[in-house]
């Protein structure tokens, strides 16, 4: 396939496992309001490796989960370079860790990027207690701009109805 002509997805999550098969015993209030319920969708490595088949998209984004916890971003973390390695034409691991976190969360980027990382994401304003403007993302940005790594950011936008996850920060306040 030329790649420059492949679908790629810029924005996925995948989780361990023990994640999927336990959601319901995850502490953590963002994730409970997305995926408290079974009905929402969970995918692991080898389950988004399915459905990107099956789509036909050549390459995806695996995006950490934005967790208030620096032990779940770490956990997660490593699963995603696990699963990056395991599938490097397929899958680009973004990591993540809590803002709030100070140089923790810095050490934490920086191990992940010496592991493969390509970039930091998603953070999740809602999830980790920061605003998009606010200074603890400051660090986090000037590392990753340092080591050349992509920063995504969760944001949605600022009208219509409410959802779960839909969160409060959007490019308007920024």
């Not at 695996?62 to 699963?83: H, S, T, V």
């Not at 390509?118 to 920061?130: I, K, N, S």
């Amino acid at each position: 396939m030329d790649e420059r002509l492949a679908i790629w997805d810029a924005h996925t999550h995948i989780f361990p496992p023990e994640i999927v098969t336990a959601r319901e015993t995850v502490d953590d209030p963002y994730f409970r309001a997305l995926y408290a319920t079974p009905r929402s969708r969970l995918a692991d490595g080898p389950a988004l490796l399915r459905l990107l088949d099956e789509a036909g998209v050549a390459r995806a984004v695996i995006a950490g989960w934005g967790w208030g916890d620096l032990r779940r971003c770490q956990q997660g973390n490593d699963y995603l370079l696990d699963q990056a390695a395991r599938c490097p034409a397929r899958f680009i691991p973004f990591v993540t860790a809590p803002p709030r976190a100070g140089d923790a969360a810095l050490r934490e980027i920086e191990r992940a990027a010496a592991g493969g990382a390509r970039g930091v994401g998603e953070l999740m304003p809602d999830g980790q207690d920061v605003a998009p403007d606010d200074q603890a993302l400051d660090p986090i940005i000037e590392l990753a701009t340092d080591l050349g790594l992509v920063v995504l950011i969760h944001a949605s936008e600022p009208v219509g109805h409410r959802y779960p996850g839909k969160g409060t920060s959007s490019t308007s306040n920024a």
